[in-house]
């Protein structure tokens, strides 16, 4: 991990070298960020999940004329899971069972995705320069969410291999996001970042068949909100400016 941030650091500062002055006008630039957020769930999720964290990245091409257009996704996780989705293997005392009677390590976590295409626009008038500012982004994609079950010794039966399925609560489905925030990207073209409040709405449904626990179909039709705060670097892929030679 540290070898690769070492490289991203080389490749981006090569880039930002000889390159067109960030100050003086707005450019056409490819923006690469890479982006953490803490989230909080609402709606239907809220039930199932607790507070996550999520990391992610974009890829977003910024017109001169402060149009942006472009891709995002991220990965989203936590160990807050709400929902007793174990209670047909836990017996009197609340313990998990396992192979040879002992009480079992078996343990649950949120994870999930999205993925968006994405068109927004910046405003330039309140940044510092020509291509910073407040930044708003509209998307529209795909989110989906399960609880994972892992059997630290590997010792249940019941959760071993697909039957892991009649319990994780597969969900996805058709969603939206929303995005507000700062883009900074500094003059000298060494700092930049952007920074922001993220909204996603999804309307999702359940991909199995029946949960295990239950004994039921799941059927409902989910509303699924995640509201968070996005802090991202952002790597500008600005052109180069014209070499200049001088001659005596």
Known sequence: MRGLFFIL?????????AQAPVGDTCLNVPLVSVHISGQMPYGDLQNRFGN???IGGNFLFKHRKTWVLGLDGSYFFSKSVKENVLSNLKNSDGFVIDNEGFPADLRVFERGFNAYVVVGKVFPKLGHNPNSGLITNFGFGYLQHKIKLYDAQQKIAAVKGDLKKGYDRLSGGYAMEQFI???????NRLINFIAGFEFHEAI????RGFNYDTG???TKTRFDYLI???????LPL??????????N
């Not at 650091?9 to 070298?17: A, P, W």
């Not at 968070?228 to 952002?234: A, D, I, L, S, Y």
């Not at 600005?238 to 001659?247: L, M, T």
């Open 9 to 17: 650091f080389v490749i981006s500062f090569k880039l930002i070298l």
């Open 52 to 54: 996550n964290l999520a």
């Open 181 to 187: 925030g700062y883009l900074f990207l500094s003059d």
């Open 204 to 207: 999702t449904k359940s991909y």
């Open 216 to 218: 039921l179909a799941d």
């Open 228 to 234: 968070g705060f996005r802090f991202g670097w952002v």
């Open 238 to 247: 600005y052109k180069r400016g014209p070499q200049k030679f001088y001659y």
